[in-house]
Nanobody
Framework: QVQVAESGGGLVQSGGSLRLSCLLS????????IGWFRQAPGKERERVLCSSRDTSTTDFEDYAEESVKGRFTISRDNGRNRVDLQMNNLNPEDTAIYYC?????????????????WGQGTQVTVSS
């Protein structure tokens, strides 16, 4: 049974940084495309960044939500079954619960319904 689990959330001041991790268990990460999503209070869940399982042909910037470009990066370590989300220059608008999700196709998608496995989420709070 495949599972994904997030870690690394917390409280940070505006301008600060956090690094979130998504650990996949039950299968090899190299077979899965991982999306990072976030959901702020009263808002829809939105995709932030995505790491395709086909790392040879995709640039994660292609899948970056506009407001995080230049501030957030995604990295994949297939040997450790882990995908990290590095968040720099955080601002209060980044406050949300952050989720990672897994899907088998190599194409990243903005549609949350196309991701098969979800973690429980980790809270990120940015104070002004």
């Amino acid at each position: 049974q495949v599972q994904v689990a997030e870690s690394g959330g917390g409280l940070v001041q505006s301008g600060g940084s956090l690094r979130l991790s998504c650990l996949l268990s039950g299968d090899s990460l190299g077979l899965w495309t991982i999306g990072w999503f976030r959901q702020a209070p009263g808002k829809e869940r939105e995709r932030v960044l995505c790491s395709s399982r086909d790392t040879s042909t995709t640039d994660f910037e292609d899948y970056a939500e506009e407001s995080v470009k230049g501030r957030f990066t995604i990295s994949r370590d297939n040997g450790r079954n882990r995908v990290d989300l590095q968040m720099n220059n955080l601002n209060p608008e980044d406050t949300a619960i952050y989720y990672c999700a897994a899907r088998r196709p190599s194409m990243c998608s903005e549609e949350k319904n196309l991701y098969r496995y979800w973690g429980q989420g980790t809270q990120v709070t940015v104070s002004s």
